[in-house]
């Protein structure tokens, strides 16, 4: 370790960060391929070329979609499908080689080495911690899928299976469970678990863990590119770097934006469901503009004044829903369906997530295979933001924060919301929640439940809560990793970000099938970055083991 | 009547920095203060560091150095900030009473058309903070 005394004489080398690490010895400079100057009276501090190539690039394919609306739709659903049908093996197989590499880390010694060096010390609290993973990671699919996934799982098993020329064409996860109502229940939820749990988090945490590791302990650059350093040596600073970055924040923004333009159209819809606000373009242009809007006094009010203390708001509302759909629904018939579904799930484990020779096609692609490119396009984003946060974690106490704990979470949260729904449906024949739409079947459900006036509002809040907190930590995400990896550049630029991203969204929404394309577009970026995640599995190895040897060596 | 001066200083434009030296220095002499240079990183790898303690250093130095030239005594003091860009009014604010000072002497740039929108981190101190605040225009 380096003496960290103030004698002008050790200033040659490097200090490590606190304790013991192992810094990566590059002539690299942050910063140096930046250039800084103003536009007017804003300050700009942006890295040359990925700022403009991503910025470029994003106006261009917006372009593409609008000008030729249906030669873009069909070559992205095209695209979309090659993808999610002709690589479902490659997909499910990735996912389960990085849920084993995660549970590896927290068993093996590897686990012990700590992100910022053997003495640094936690950023954030456990709470403000753990609400900003949520707010960043899912909360808005939790949302609309807590109540409609199980229940689409289980009317698909209890259908059973059906089959033309030898393929089948149910979309019932395994082998179904036809005519047989607990066995559809206990496979439906196994089925919903298995989307949102252990291998979702494993994506997630695979990338927050590269890029912690390589920023915190290696001294590399807060940006995509940093995890490739073992792999491509001082190169990840030239073009491979630039293509890995833009890819990154194209991804990142396109995922936002067109989330961002669907759930206005959701939000509406629970808007005129409750207080008759009319359907329409106008209605959700309005929508994309407040929640742009509040994520902009977000962002400029920062990590902490703005990201994080909207993230524990919504933590705080997101739970006493849970609290009071759990006490004042089904409670004892809840309770037995958390211990039944985790059951459930890890009997199912195995099966669902086989990737190779399944007869479930329908399931496999149409949603596992969906489901992981999705998670995987965005992972950059969530895997940055989860890592910015989490200095000062052992690599085992993070795994565990990030794959075990979350998991267990939307375990409760699928089975609180999925079974109160499923509860409905079987004991009290209420069937206007399957019946819903997605985006309405949440409120549907709460409706015949005491106080749904109130908790219909605080659905609201979240969904739009949710969605503002995905914009703020997108628009700190594409800031830093178009600014180089410097978490501080001028303030105007993340505003910009977060405009950008609504202007974005608004400009698809208009136009037609514009959202849809381009989020086949997105779900599609998902391929490239699973090779992107495997290299980083070797990566992080590669990483850790020279943490541990300097520590030994130090010892 | 002053015997702690803050000087919060951006190691990335020192360049800046000549006037206000110039000002501190004769402010610490007159008054036979300590000048207190504070500069705020951040823990990622940054361009004035790869890690936080190499900025400590740098730091360290620089405000040996300006010991040594304003011929006053010096010290540092190192903001680990989430956030900089947004948080620097309070870790500022909270940097003077940490450090005690009783005196911020800032450069600071002309007032512009952005200042109507957020105010520079001078006029937040002088609005906020229990110290005397001297601002340098550049």
């Known amino acids: 370790m380096v003496d960290q005394s103030p004698n002008t004489e050790e200033l040659e080398g490097i200090p490590s960060p606190d304790g013991t690490t192992q810094l990566i010895e590059t002539d690299y400079e942050i910063g140096e391929d930046n250039v800084e100057g103003s536009v007017g009276p804003f300050g700009f501090d942006i890295h040359n070329p990925v700022f403009l190539i991503s910025g470029m690039s994003i106006v261009a394919f917006v372009f593409y979609t609008l000008a030729l609306p249906e030669q873009s739709n069909a070559l992205f659903s095209w695209l979309f499908g090659a993808v999610t049908k002709g690589f479902d093996w490659f997909f499910l197989g990735a996912a389960n080689i990085f849920v084993l590499f995660c549970i590896a880390l927290i068993v093996t010694p590897w686990g012990n080495v700590r992100l910022g060096g053997t003495e640094a010390t936690p950023d954030y609290s456990y709470i403000g911690w753990f609400a900003m993973l949520f707010a960043a990671g899912m909360g808005i699919g939790l949302m609309f899928y807590g109540v409609s996934e199980p229940m689409s799982h289980f009317s698909s098993s209890l259908g059973g299976t059906a089959a033309e020329n030898g393929v089948r064409t149910d979309w019932a996860p395994l082998g179904a469970a036809s005519g047989d109502q607990d066995a559809a229940v206990r496979l439906g939820m196994a089925a919903t678990i298995f989307h949102w749990g252990l291998h979702p988090w494993a994506i997630y945490a695979i990338v927050a863990l590269s890029l912690a590791l390589f920023s915190y302990n290696k001294g590399l650059p807060l940006t995509i590119r940093s995890a490739f350093y073992p792999i491509f040596g001082d190169a990840v600073w030239g073009w491979v770097g630039h293509i890995i970055d833009t890819l990154a924040v194209f991804a990142t923004l396109f995922g936002l934006a067109t989330s961002l333009g669907f759930g206005a159209t959701q939000a509406n819809a629970g808007l005129n469901e409750l207080f008759g606000l009319p359907v329409g373009s106008t209605t959700e242009v309005v929508l994309i503009s407040v929640i742009t809007a509040i994520a902009l006094v977000s962002v400029l009010r920062g990590l902490d004044g703005g990201v994080k203390v909207l993230s524990e708001i919504n933590m705080g509302l997101a739970f006493l829903l849970l609290i009071f759909v759990l006490l004042v629904g089904p409670t004892i018939y809840l309770v037995k369906l958390f211990f039944t579904s985790l059951g459930a799930y890890l009997q199912y484990l195995p099966a669902l997530s086989n990737p190779v020779g399944r007869e479930d096609v329908n399931f496999m692609q149409g949603w596992t295979s969906f489901y992981w490119a999705w998670w995987i396009s965005w992972s950059p984003f969530v895997g940055m933001f989860i890592a910015r946060v989490s200095r000062g974690r052992t690599v085992r106490e993070f795994i565990i924060c990030v794959l075990l704990i979350p998991s267990m979470v939307c375990v409760l949260w699928m089975t609180v919301f999925g079974g109160t729904a499923l509860h409905q449906v079987i004991n009290d024949g209420y069937t206007l929640a399957q019946e819903a739409t997605l985006e309405l079947k949440l409120f549907k459900m709460l409706d015949v439940m005491p106080l749904a006036g109130i908790t219909s509002l605080v659905g609201i809040m979240l969904v739009v809560v949710f969605f503002v907190t995905s914009s703020d930590s997108g628009s700190l995400v594409i800031d830093t990793i178009t600014a180089g990896g410097k978490i501080d550049a001028p303030v105007p630029q993340r505003a910009f970000w977060c405009i950008f991203e609504g202007a974005v969204a608004i400009v698809l929404l208009l136009s037609a099938g514009g959202l849809q394309s381009l989020q086949s577009m997105v779900i599609s970026t998902g391929l490239p970055f699973t090779v992107v995640l495997l290299l980083m599995c070797i990566a992080i190895g590669k990483g850790l083991s020279s943490e541990r040897r300097s520590i030994k060596d130090a010892a | ?138």
Request: aromatic letters at 6%; a negative charge; hydrophobic letters at 40%.
């Open chain 2, 1 to 138: 009547m002053f015997k702690k001066i803050l000087s919060p200083v951006d190691l990335a434009h020192v360049d800046k920095l000549a006037k206000a030296m110039t000002v501190t220095g004769d402010l610490a002499r007159s008054n036979g203060a300590e000048i207190c240079f504070v500069g705020v990183t951040v823990s990622t790898p940054s361009e004035m560091g790869r890690t936080p303690e190499e900025f400590n250093q740098k730091l360290e130095k620089f405000a040996a150095e300006q010991g040594a030239i304003l011929g006053v005594p010096t010290s540092s003091h190192m903001i680990v900030s989430h956030d900089p860009a947004t948080q620097m009014n309070q870790n500022l604010e909270d940097a003077v009473s940490e450090i005690g000072a009783d005196l911020v002497v800032m450069a600071t740039h002309p007032p512009g058309v952005s200042d109507y929108f957020w105010s520079g981190h001078g006029a937040h101190l002088a609005a906020h903070s229990k110290a005397s605040v001297m601002l340098i225009r550049g």
